[in-house]
């Protein structure tokens, strides 16, 4: 069994998440596929984190590929996660993650407006109310939540939660059916009507929005390409890593592990995989900084993230599980940054890099800043290191 020590998972994060300089994408759509897809929750983290693997990237650039070339495409998915996935890859991810949502999530509905006592018949009201959706949508057209609301009072009504406590509240039905929609693949988020930094979904069929249908391959064959994806650009991981990535099951992940031909090498006494023809270990990388926005895909790619997380887990992510910006220093984690009240970028060093090591973060934060322009971004889940900031 090869061993694969810390030193050479850095050195392939650097080169295959494009986020070290002289090893960037050339385009957005090339930047998603070095780490699968684009975490989408966050509205400006897509374009953060698209700018960071490329060089002199412009909004306008991945406006172009989410809204007209549609080679991006915002798709609810593994864990129940909005991503930004590259159009070849839809199909695997509907069959190896999508679908399963979209059952639970369907499950979860039907369950929730029966016991609130919505509707007797939660099965038949969400069937009719998909079909209304879809009926409304039909023929290219492209429409608000609030718009769908309206002309369809089948969407219409409330579910309580935390009854009592100070964080309970009512929950609509209709964005839930969205969501189980959305899900299955039948509608999509398309056209945004906001600026790139929010997010105003107008919704369109999935069909529609691709100028074709969705076909996805057996689920087997969906989750054991979503394996050999993740393994090409996140390679090695262990097959926990694998679970939490795809949301997914021991066995499926066993099962897909096989199925791509997964080889077994060891990661600090860990069984990690590779692929079989990716064995070979690769050339060093000279020391390199980086920016990366909220929910980066490379800082959340991980479920056992030690080895470039270090002992800063607590500052970085907040207690769901969500990462805020970080600084990286030669492929680990050694702060986080912020803007300032007038949009300026500023550092959250959380270790001493040396001055070589500083001057260039400061390099990088300069490029974000140019970048950036006076816009400030904040984070829909901040961690607790940028909650130290005085906002």
């Known amino acids: 069994m090869r061993r694969i020590d ?15 300089p002289g090893e960037r994408a050339g385009d957005v759509v090339d930047a998603a596929r070095s780490v699968v897809c684009l975490h989408g929750t966050d509205p400006a983290a897509i374009y953060l984190s698209a700018w960071a693997r490329t060089e002199d990237m412009t909004v306008a650039d991945l406006d172009s590929a989410l809204y007209d ?19 070849e890859t839809l199909g695997a991810v509907q069959a190896g993650a999508a679908d399963r949502v979209a059952a639970a999530e369907r499950r979860r509905l039907i369950r929730d407006v029966e016991r609130a006592g919505l509707h007797a018949d939660g099965e038949g009201w969400l069937d009719e109310a998909c079909r209304q959706v879809l009926t409304a949508l039909a023929g290219g057209r492209e429409a608000k939540s609030t718009e769908l609301r309206a002309e369809i009072p089948l969407l219409e009504g409330s579910i309580l939660y935390g009854e009592g406590k100070s964080w309970g509240g009512k929950l609509s039905i209709g964005p839930r059916v969205l969501t189980v929609l959305s899900a299955a693949g039948r509608v999509v988020r ?4 906001g600026a790139w930094f929010t997010s105003r979904p107008r919704w369109a069929l999935m069909a529609d929005w691709l100028g074709e249908e969705l076909a996805p391959p057996p689920e087997a064959e969906g989750v054991a390409g979503l394996v050999e994806l993740w393994l090409r650009a996140f390679g090695p991981g262990t097959a926990a890593d694998l679970k939490w990535w795809l949301g997914s ?3 499926a992940v066993r099962t897909a592990l096989a199925d791509v031909g997964a080889v077994e090498v060891e990661l600090d006494g860990q069984t990690g995989f590779l692929l079989p023809d990716d064995l070979d270990p690769p050339e060093p990388v000279e ?3 980086a920016l990366l926005p909220p929910l980066d895909p490379t800082t959340m790619g991980w479920y056992e993230r030690g ?9 970085i992510f907040d207690t769901a599980g969500n990462a805020g910006p970080t600084v990286w220093w030669h492929g680990r984690i050694v702060g986080g940054w912020r803007q300032d009240e007038g949009g300026a970028v500023e550092l959250q060093m959380l270790e001493d890099i040396g001055p070589d090591g500083l001057r260039s973060v400061e390099r990088e934060a300069e490029r974000l800043d140019r970048w950036l322009d006076g816009t400030r971004v904040l984070p829909r889940f901040p961690s607790p290191l940028f909650r130290r900031a005085r906002i």
């Open 249 to 251: 099951t021991v066995k």
């Open 6 to 20: 810390v030193a050479e998972r850095r050195a392939r994060l650097a080169r295959r998440h494009r986020i070290a």
């Open 190 to 193: 398309a056209s945004n009507d």
């Open 307 to 315: 080895w470039y997380l270090g002992p800063h887990k607590e500052q």
């Open 69 to 87: 070339d549609r080679s991006l495409v915002k798709h609810l998915c593994m864990r129940r996660t909005l991503f930004v996935v590259p159009r």
């Open 287 to 289: 020391p390199w900084a």
